[in-house]
């Protein structure tokens, strides 16, 4: 009989993934039988140890074992392991922190909310700010809990900020530069499918402006793009299921 697999866990990655990782055990196996609430769900060849399930219900509890299978010889069970799917409702606040996320992936400098409490950090920073299509009060007045349910369009205005480069600068950050990349790489394969299993897409993504201003004798380094977000949710104000695609990056000259 076969070792079973260790150090098993289960993590959230979308409205309707989750993903399992474990540790294979010693050879000999021919691969490891996946169980989701009992039923077999996937069989894992040796040396993967991870398995993203997906096209799950919103808001639902899982439950997840594993077993190792030589030649049909099964190990005991490893797990369980449990975990619940996100809400499917739009949640400003978690399409906030999907942006967030994504935009520290891609620039690796500190990235803050434009409107959140507390001093600035150092430059080099990158502040987003989201609005909706309808406005309903200020932001303030939203609580974490605010839901707005169907398909939904935002508008993401994210600034760069970095100091001017002086003489003892040897590679300082360009915000111009910066907030290009960050333009160019939301049609990456890893940024669309991170925002993609949050259900969320990028319609427009507009021209990178300089808006670099004038502070008493100093220049502020600033550059800012707009981009319209689309987010889905599971259900529509009539209850109706409803997804979305990833949608595909669309430069304009111009964000309207």
Not at 13 to 32: E, M, Q, S
Request: charged fraction near 25%; hydrophobic fraction near 40%.
């Amino acid at each position: 009989m076969p070792a079973p697999p260790t150090a098993l866990a289960l993590k959230v990655i979308g409205v309707r993934a989750l993903k399992l990782t474990w540790t294979d055990p010693a050879l000999p196996f021919d691969f490891i039988r996946v169980f989701r609430d009992t039923v077999e769900v996937a069989q894992v060849a040796p040396g993967i140890q991870d398995h993203e399930d997906r096209d799950l219900d919103p808001k639902t509890s899982f439950s997840y074992t594993l077993k190792a299978d030589d030649g049909g010889v099964l190990s005991t069970e490893a797990g369980p392991v449990v975990a619940t799917t996100l809400d499917g409702d739009v949640n400003i606040r978690e399409v906030e922190d999907a942006l967030v996320e994504a935009l520290t992936t891609i620039c690796g400098i500190t990235v803050i909310l434009l409107d959140q409490p507390g001093p600035r950090p150092d430059k080099p920073y990158v502040t987003l700010k989201l609005t909706g299509p309808t406005k309903i009060g200020s932001r303030d007045n939203l609580t974490d809990d605010f839901q707005l349910q169907g398909m939904r369009s935002f508008n993401a205005s994210i600034n760069v900020y970095a100091d001017v480069p002086t003489g003892d600068d040897v590679d300082p950050l360009n915000a111009f530069q910066c907030a290009e990349t960050i333009q160019s790489s939301f049609d990456r394969p890893d940024i669309i499918e991170e925002l993609g299993l949050k259900e969320i897409g990028i319609s427009t993504i507009g021209a990178v402006q300089d808006v670099g201003a004038a502070l008493d004798t100093r220049h502020e380094d600033r550059a800012q793009l707009d981009v319209a977000i689309l987010k889905a949710s599971n259900k529509d104000a009539s209850g109706v299921t409803e997804e979305i695609d990833t949608v595909p990056l669309e430069t304009s000259g111009s964000f309207s």
